[in-house]
């Protein structure tokens, strides 16, 4: 199996994980919606299993669809869309789109391609995050990083008595407007320059690692858990790793046949 | 793809396209909902259940509970959640416990923000062991 299959079967086991989630959660608020939820569901993960095995775009569209009736109808019974479910949808579109790319360009590294286009609509989404917050907030947002401490403050576990482990390093970011500051900027540095995962495998590894500090922090300081992100970001990291490890073997084993 | 996809997300707000600027727009509040029991101790709503109310579950949510709307922010799925797990929780015989929105108000200066709480709602419910 070749690396990019292995990336396009990671991508889709994000996104059938995605497809059981979403399906449970709707049948759970409305016991009648699973009658439709569920089939939905099944026609994304066998489009998938499509996707995968034959390196179909047409079956990845159509799991895309599958995915976005559930997340429709998931986002107007939360009363609002819920972003952290978005990211195997995005990289299945990337993805689709890239294989079609290298398709109709008849690249013989189409995989190449579609792995490139999922990473590449990832990344549109950190910067797309960076810019609306430079947009909407202003320079302000970081400078003054109200909406920062908002934000722990808002979705954070709460309770009376003492406070242990990442509840008290949350506090001291909600106390401590220089902290905050601070971790507004790196907020902002690690989203606008999300397309430097983009430009080759170390840098694709080294911001891929940023990428992921950035929700592992996220993640202790509110709770909120981007898990299919962090999941993608790191397969495709890895999968840059793992074509550098494969450079290097090659280019030693090509020496070892010079001498 | 990198630039289709920022772009195409500035127009169409449908899944899979989003400027994801949940955390955009500046706020100098934050409000979370909570449980507050007879000594006045709060804790999350998901740590009672066997919960029962005097008023609408589904209204608690509703900012114009605590004031005039835009004096707050809130994070309408959070608040849904939270309120979901209420309803799905019935029962009887609780202790007094009321629903609260804790709004605090941040300002540009170390320490802990100013805090108020308004009930929302009137309510028995059971302490989690």
């Not at chain 1, 401590?176 to 999300?194: E, K, S």
């Not at chain 2, 979370?32 to 579950?57: N, P, Y």
Request: glycine share 10%; with cysteine.
């Amino acid at each position: 199996m070749k690396r990019g299959d292995l990336v396009a079967a990671g991508i889709a086991a994000v996104a059938s994980v995605d497809f059981v989630a979403r399906a449970r959660h709707i049948a759970e608020l409305v016991p009648e919606d699973a009658r439709w939820a569920l089939p939905v569901a099944g026609v994304g993960i066998v489009a998938l299993a499509i996707l995968v095995w034959q390196r179909r775009a047409s079956a990845g569209l159509v799991a895309l669809l599958a995915l976005s009736a559930l997340g429709w109808r998931a986002d107007f019974l939360d009363g609002g869309p819920r972003r952290e479910f978005y990211a195997s949808g995005v990289a299945l579109l990337g993805w689709c789109m890239g294989l079609g790319w290298g398709k109709s360009t008849r690249d013989p590294d189409e995989l190449e391609v579609a792995e490139l286009g999922a990473a590449a609509a990832l990344a549109a989404t950190y910067f797309s995050a960076g810019m609306s917050k430079l947009v909407v907030g202003g320079l302000e947002w970081a400078g003054e990083a109200r909406t920062l401490r908002a934000m722990i403050l808002t979705v954070r576990a709460v309770a009376d008595g003492p406070l242990t482990g990442w509840d008290r390093i949350g506090q001291m970011v909600i106390e401590n407007p220089a902290l905050a500051r601070l971790l507004a900027i790196a907020t902002l540095v690690v989203q606008l320059g999300a397309p430097l995962w983009l430009c080759g495998r170390w840098l694709r590894l080294s911001w891929g690692v940023m990428l992921l500090g950035f929700h592992m922090s996220v993640q202790a300081l509110t709770g909120i858990s981007y898990r299919e992100q962090m999941a993608l970001v790191v397969l495709l990291s890895l999968s840059s790793l793992v074509s550098l490890l494969q450079s290097a073997w090659a280019r030693r084993t090509n020496a070892a046949g010079a001498r | 793809m990198f630039v289709a996809y920022a772009s195409i997300a500035t127009v169409v707000r449908a899944y899979p396209f989003s400027t994801f600027d949940m955390y955009a727009h500046p706020e100098d509040t934050a409000s979370h909902l909570l449980a507050r029991d007879a000594s006045g101790h709060v804790q999350e709503l998901t740590q009672f259940d066997g919960w029962s109310c005097d008023a609408t579950v589904e209204n608690m949510g509703a900012p114009a509970t605590c004031g005039p709307l835009g004096s707050f922010s809130i994070t309408t799925y959070k608040d849904q959640d939270l309120l979901r797990w209420v309803r799905t929780h019935a029962g009887e015989n609780g202790e007094p416990v009321d629903i609260v929105r804790r709004i605090w108000q941040l300002e540009e200066r170390p320490g802990p923000p100013t805090m108020r709480d308004c009930v929302v709602g009137h309510c028995r419910a059971t302490r989690h062991p």
